[in-house]
């Protein structure tokens, strides 16, 4: 946040924690550090972990990756299966409802507005 200073070691310490914990954000974002720092096969491995949990800007990476030759065509394949598989688990109709109800409810004041 503003007018505190940053402490990386803390930062990292706590995505650890949360990509531990099964946080796919936090993965994601331990994977783009590993990259930052050239450390490829790292980067790679916390994309697919991310991918497998449903995160779609890891799979978007390893599309890259793949097309760089950083990952092979297996491990993109089965990441594609391991994305497809968990947002798959997150459909239900109590979510479509309740994502139809949320949208509705976005749009009515707009039309308030008008």
């Keep these: 946040g503003e007018g505190v200073e940053k402490d990386e070691k803390k930062e990292l ?3 650890v924690e949360a990509a531990i914990a099964g946080h796919p954000e936090a993965r994601f974002r331990l994977g783009c550090i590993e ?3 050239e450390r490829i096969d790292r ?3 916390h994309f697919i972990i991310a991918a497998n949990l449903g995160h779609d800007e890891s799979i978007q990476m390893l599309k890259l990756c ?3 030759g950083k990952v092979s065509k297996e ?3 089965s990441a594609l ?3 497809q598989a968990a947002v798959n688990e997150t459909k239900s109709p109590q979510r479509e409802e309740a994502s139809k109800a949320w949208a509705w409810q ?3 004041p707009r039309e308030q507005k008008k």
């Design 81 to 83: 299966r391991g994305h």
């Design 66 to 68: 793949y097309k760089e």
């Design 75 to 77: 491990d993109f394949a």
């Design 35 to 37: 990259g930052a720092e």
């Design 13 to 15: 310490f706590h995505l």
């Design 106 to 108: 976005r749009q009515k």
């Design 43 to 45: 980067m790679v491995e």
